[in-house]
C-alpha cells in the first residue's frame, strides 16, 4: 500500500467520533493511575497487585449486580475487595519480609484464581441484557464523561484533603524518609499498608467502572493495568511541569495525573485510527513507559558521563600542546 | 532517667561475621545530665545509642526510661520519649517535605496520628519562633521543600525537631561529623543551647576529644563493647585530651590508635 493510498484512507470523521469514548475511557482510567500514583510516588513501590485487583473490582460489581444489588452497593462491595487485596500485598511486604515487587505479584496471582472464583468459573460475565442501573455506559458517552469527572473530581478532593492530615503525612514522610519516620514514632510498617489499601481501593473502584461502561467483566481485564497506570502517572506528571513548571503543587499533580489517563486514552485512539494492529498496543504503551521513565535518568547521565570526560580531557590536551 | 541495665548484643552470632557489640553495658543518668561519648571505632557508641532508641531489641539487659521499662518497645513507639540526630543529615529530615511539614511531624511525635489536618496556622507562628533561634533564616522559609536546604541547615533543623515535644532523653550521634568546621561549630552551640534552655538529660557521641571535654557535665569512653571510663564533676572540668589518653592507656592497656580522634582538634 502506497503512502498516498494509506493516507487517503484515513478519514479524520472517524477519529473525530471515538475521542468522547476514548475521555469517558481515560476518566475511568485516571481514578486508576491516582491509586497507582499513590504507591509508585508517595511510598515509591511499583505496586503489581493492581493487575488483579482491578479485575476484581469489576467481577464483583458484575456478581452482585446479577445477584440484585443496586448498582452503588456493588460499586462499595468492589472498592472494599480491591482494600483488602492491598491489604494482603501490604502484609506480605512488611509482617513477612518479602521483597515488595514479589508481594505485589504473589498477590495478583493468586487473585486471578480468586476473580474466576467470584465469577463461578467463567472467564467473563455480562451484565443483564439492557441493564439500566449502570453508573457509566459506552451507550452514553455524554453522561460517562460527566459521572466519570465527578467521580475523579470527588476522590481528588478526598485524597488531597487525607495527604493533608496528620495521618497523610505520615504516610508521605514513610516514602520520603524510612529513618526519619520512625524516629519522629511513625510506624512505617502500618503507613505501607494503608497506603497499598487505598491505592487498591482505588484501582478496584476504577475497575468497577470500567465493567459497567463495556457491560461486562473479564478475568484478564486488569492485565497490563499497571503499566497504564504508570504510563498515566508519567505522562500526565510531564505534561504538569511542562504547562506549570515550578508551580505544580500536590493539588496539580493529582489532577494531572487524572488527566494522564484521558491523554494516555486519546493517544491510544489516534494511534488506532493512523491503523496500528490493536495487538501491537501493550507494546506500544510499554515502549513509551520505558522511555518516559528512562528520560531523567539518561538526562542525568548525559551530564556525567565517561565518553563526556574523555572527550573534555583530549580537548584540553590539545590546547596544552 | 536512663537505667541502661547490663545490656548485651551480638550481631550476626554464630557466623563468621560474629561480633559482640555491646557486652554488657550498665549506664544511670540523673535528670539534667549531658554526657559525652567517645571510643574507637567499633567501640559500641552508636551501637549503645541504637539499643537506646530500639532500632532492634537486645540479646539481654533491661532498658528503663524515666521509670518505664522500654526494653520490649519498638523504634516507633519508644520515639514518644527520645529526640534524635543521626551522623547523616540526610537521615533526619523528609527531603520531598517541606519545612513546615517536616515540623509538624516531630511536633505529633508520639501521639496518635488523626485524620486532623496536619499543620494548623497556630502552629506555624510557634515554628516560626522555634526556627529564628537557629538564626539560619529559615523562618522565611516555612514552605520550602527541606531537600533544597545544605547539610548544615538540615542538621539544625533536626535538632529542633527533635526538641519540639521535650524528649525525655536527646540522642546526638556523631551529629556534626559530616559538616564543614564552621558549620560545625555552630550546630554544636545550637545543641549546648537547646539542652541547657530546656534542661534536657542528652547523650553526645563525637569523635572530636576536645567537644567531649568542652561540652556536658559527664564524659564517658567506650572501648570493645563496654564503658571503660566515666568521668563527671570537677575531674572532667578539669580534663586535657593528654590526660584522657593517659586515662585510655591505663584502663584498656593499650594506645588508642585512631588516627581521626587524635588528629581531629
Known amino acids: 500500500m502506497s503512502f498516498a493510498t494509506y493516507f487517503a484512507s484515513l478519514n479524520p470523521m472517524n477519529l473525530l467520533s471515538s475521542m468522547p469514548g476514548a475521555v469517558a475511557q481515560g476518566l475511568i482510567w485516571g481514578i486508576m493511575a491516582l491509586g497507582v500514583y499513590i504507591t509508585f510516588r508517595m511510598l515509591d513501590i511499583a505496586d503489581l497487585t493492581v493487575d488483579g485487583s482491578f479485575t476484581t473490582g469489576g467481577a464483583v460489581t458484575v456478581m452482585l449486580k446479577l445477584a440484585g444489588l443496586p448498582m452503588w452497593e456493588c460499586m462499595i462491595v468492589a472498592l472494599l475487595a480491591g482494600a483488602v487485596a492491598g491489604l494482603i500485598t501490604g502484609i506480605l511486604h512488611t509482617k513477612l519480609g518479602i521483597p515488595a515487587i514479589l508481594s505485589g505479584i504473589l498477590t495478583q496471582i493468586a487473585l486471578y484464581s480468586v476473580n474466576l472464583r467470584i465469577m463461578s468459573g467463567a472467564a467473563n460475565k455480562s451484565f443483564t441484557y439492557g441493564e439500566k442501573d449502570l453508573f457509566v455506559t459506552l451507550g452514553n458517552t455524554t453522561l460517562s464523561i460527566i459521572v466519570g469527572g465527578a467521580f475523579t473530581l470527588v476522590i481528588i478532593v478526598l485524597l488531597y484533603w487525607y495527604f493533608g492530615t496528620e495521618q497523610g503525612s505520615a504516610l508521605r514522610a514513610t516514602g520520603s524518609n524510612h529513618a526519619m519516620s520512625s524516629a519522629q514514632g511513625i510506624n512505617i510498617n502500618n503507613m505501607k499498608i494503608i497506603g497499598l489499601a487505598l491505592s487498591n481501593a482505588l484501582v478496584a473502584l476504577s475497575g468497577s467502572l470500567l465493567s459497567q461502561y463495556q457491560q461486562f467483566a473479564d478475568v484478564n481485564m486488569g492485565r497490563g493495568a499497571i503499566v497504564i497506570g504508570l504510563a498515566a502517572v508519567i505522562i500526565g506528571e510531564v505534561i504538569g511541569l511542562a504547562i506549570l513548571g515550578k508551580h505544580l503543587n500536590f493539588l496539580g499533580r493529582l489532577i494531572f495525573v487524572a488527566l494522564g489517563g484521558v491523554i494516555y486514552y486519546i493517544v491510544i485512539s489516534i494511534v488506532l485510527w493512523l491503523k496500528l494492529e490493536s495487538n501491537d498496543l501493550k507494546l506500544f504503551t510499554a515502549i513509551i513507559v520505558a522511555l518516559f521513565l528512562a528520560v531523567p535518568y539518561l538526562k542525568k547521565q548525559s551530564k556525567n558521563s565517561f565518553r563526556k570526560a574523555k572527550k573534555k580531557g583530549e580537548m584540553s590536551d590539545v590546547a596544552g600542546k | ?265
Open chain 2, 1 to 265: 532517667m536512663l537505667q541502661v541495665n547490663n545490656i548485651s548484643k551480638t550481631f550476626n552470632p554464630g557466623t563468621i561475621n560474629e561480633k559482640k557489640a555491646l557486652n554488657g553495658v550498665s549506664l544511670h543518668l540523673n535528670p539534667g545530665d549531658f554526657v559525652t561519648i567517645i571510643g574507637g571505632n567499633g567501640a559500641g557508641k552508636s551501637t549503645l545509642m541504637n539499643a537506646i532508641t530500639g532500632v532492634w531489641p537486645v540479646d539481654e539487659g533491661s532498658i528503663i526510661l524515666d521509670g518505664a521499662n522500654v526494653t520490649g518497645m519498638p523504634e516507633y513507639k519508644r520515639a514518644k520519649y527520645i529526640g534524635r540526630v543521626f551522623q547523616d543529615p540526610m537521615m533526619g529530615t523528609a527531603p520531598d517535605m517541606e519545612i513546615v511539614e517536616n515540623l509538624a511531624l516531630a511536633y505529633r511525635r508520639g501521639k496518635g496520628r488523626t485524620l486532623k489536618w496536619g499543620v494548623t496556622a497556630k502552629e506555624k507562628e510557634f515554628y516560626k519562633k522555634r526556627l529564628s533561634i537557629l538564626g539560619l533564616g529559615l523562618e522565611d522559609r516555612l514552605t520550602a521543600k527541606v531537600g533544597l536546604l545544605s547539610g548544615g541547615q538540615r542538621q539544625a533543623l533536626t535538632l529542633l525537631m527533635a526538641s519540639l515535644q521535650i524528649p525525655k532523653l536527646l540522642l546526638l550521634d556523631e551529629h556534626t561529623a559530616a559538616l564543614d568546621p564552621a558549620t560545625a561549630a555552630k550546630v554544636l552551640r545550637i545543641s549546648d543551647e537547646i539542652i541547657t534552655a530546656d534542661n534536657l538529660t542528652a547523650m553526645m557521641i563525637t569523635h572530636n576529644m576536645q567537644d567531649a571535654i568542652n561540652h556536658g557535665n559527664r564524659l564517658i569512653m567506650m572501648h570493645e563493647g563496654k564503658i571503660i571510663l566515666d568521668i563527671q564533676g570537677e575531674e572532667k572540668k578539669n580534663l586535657t585530651v593528654e590526660n584522657l589518653l593517659q586515662k585510655f592507656r591505663d584502663v584498656s592497656g593499650e594506645k588508642l590508635e585512631n588516627d581521626r580522634m587524635l588528629l581531629s582538634d
